[in-house]
């Protein structure tokens, strides 16, 4: 079983749609983070949570440290926001990080 | 400021070869970080370097190494080439790496990927 788990593994959403992305983890982490990958191959950093919750434009991600669980939202969905959305959790006895398989986001007009 | 940089950008060896990746992280981050991704595995940690010394390593076997020079940039080898290790090779760099706990220091910044191909 991987310690990070993502679902869904693909989700196709129309323009303007309300989008949930979900992260669980099965170890201890001092930090997780969510990251966008677009075609192509460049990843940029979307968010870094230790605790409760954070907004950047039409993101949003939050972190439940009792459950082991975090989501990312995006509202008013755009095609460009079509990308492949990782989650990764750094482990409290450590610092390297450990990712998910990845979510693949199709926004369609 | 320059992003991270990656040279080269593609790259098609056969197996047995020795392979050489640079990375460039962004003028003062003094972290980099190495991984790996593929369509099976995802993405994986390999390394990660700070000033000049690798702080942390992954699972994988020694034909990766890896070192860090004094102006922060990184080469990644890999040795004795197999089939299995054609993959987009990522690097990122930060200002202080995984272990600060603050947001500005931690968050790493991509480059565009080396594409090695295996034949």
């Known amino acids: 079983k991987n310690e990070v788990e993502q679902s869904p593994q693909n989700l196709t959403a129309q323009e303007g749609e309300f989008i949930t992305i979900n992260c669980s983890y099965s170890v201890g982490i001092s930090a997780l983070h969510w990251l966008q990958q677009h075609p192509g191959g460049g990843i940029v950093s979307l968010f870094m949570?230790?605790?409760g919750k954070k907004k950047h434009g039409r993101l949003i991600a939050t972190i439940n440290i009792q459950e082991k669980h975090s989501s990312l939202h995006i509202t008013a969905s755009h095609p460009r926001d079509s990308a492949v959305y990782i989650c990764a959790v750094r482990k409290s006895s450590g610092s390297r990080l450990t990712f998910g398989e990845g979510t693949q986001l199709t926004v369609n007009p | 400021k320059a992003g991270v940089t990656q040279t080269p950008r593609y790259l098609i060896k056969t197996r047995g070869q020795q392979v050489t990746l640079s990375c460039s992280p962004i003028?003062?981050?003094?972290?980099v970080s190495w991984y790996q991704q593929t369509p099976g595995q995802g993405l994986q940690f390999l390394f990660e370097y700070f000033s000049e010394t690798q702080r942390n390593k992954g699972n994988f076997p020694g034909r990766f190494s890896g070192r860090q020079f004094s102006n922060s940039r990184s080469e990644m080898n890999v040795s004795t080439l197999e089939l299995g290790d054609s993959a987009l090779y990522l690097c990122a760099s930060s200002l202080d790496g995984l272990l600060s706990g603050s947001h500005l220091q931690e968050t790493q910044y991509f480059g565009p990927g080396t594409r090695l191909l295996v034949l």
């Open positions: 949570l230790s605790s």
């Open positions: 003028s003062g981050h003094r972290s």
